[in-house]
């Protein structure tokens, strides 16, 4: 399966970093601490906004001071936070004004996630503290096509999470997925499906960029970026 884009657009969490055993201890402490539902956090949390899910647990005005506290428990847990399969490599190999991320955690905390990570920081960078409202709603990758000067119709999302996944077809992107942190069947919503990111392979062209992507799962014609 064969992507012609102009720019790819990365997601962070789950994508290009796994941080999954920070995050569940973060909060798995948190719900402890709040005597919160864990199971069900962690069920409704990954690809969202932290502030987002903590509007769905606590009252309006908790929520600030909570997603302060998430914030500085995860910059204090880094430890065995690590690039995921063939990040480094495909985003080095990337012009700089091609690409970008857009994460539903803060800058700061996701600057150092990928930093504690080895991965290059991108100049187009958009956060949680960047958009209205937190994926699904396509604000952040659109703002990020802006960024980059590129049509969002022209751009690759890469997700791993279906409110990512949502967010980037809304936005009127392509869309692959890797299924990196939920299972292929809860990513369908994707153009293709990817194992993670070993699977792709990234030629920079006078017109673009054309990613190759050996497909776990595909729609071919989904979106019109897409070719077998």
């Known amino acids: 399966m064969n992507f012609e884009v102009d720019a790819i657009l990365f997601d962070i969490d789950g994508t290009l970093v796994d941080s999954t055993p920070a995050v569940v201890r973060t909060w798995t402490a948190f719900a402890q601490e709040r005597t919160l539902d864990i199971e069900e956090i962690l069920r409704v949390s990954h690809g969202r906004r932290t502030e987002d899910t903590l509007a ?6 908790e929520v600030a001071a909570a997603t302060a506290q998430m914030e500085q428990m995860e910059l204090d847990d880094l430890g065995d936070v690590t690039a995921l399969p063939a990040a480094d490599s495909v985003l080095r190999g990337l012009p700089a004004d091609r690409w970008a991320v857009v994460t539903s955690g803060s800058r700061r905390l996701m600057r150092t996630r990928l930093r504690a990570a080895g991965l290059p920081v991108p100049q187009a960078f958009i956060g949680a503290e960047d958009v209205e409202h937190g994926k699904p709603d396509p604000g952040g990758y659109l703002t990020a096509a802006a960024t980059l000067g590129a049509e969002p119709t022209r751009c690759l999302v890469v997700e791993d999470a279906p409110a990512g996944i949502r967010a980037g077809r ?6 692959l997925a890797v299924a990196t942190s939920h299972d ?6 994707a153009d293709v499906v990817v194992k993670d990111l070993s699977m792709l392979a990234v030629t920079v062209t006078p017109a673009g960029l054309r990613v ?8 071919p014609g989904a979106h019109p970026l897409t070719r077998e």
């Open 56 to 61: 769905d647990l606590l009252p309006a005005s």
């Open 170 to 175: 809304a936005s009127g992107a392509a869309v």
């Open 184 to 189: 292929e069947s809860v990513l369908s919503e």
């Open 212 to 219: 190759s992507a050996t497909s776990m799962v595909s729609t």
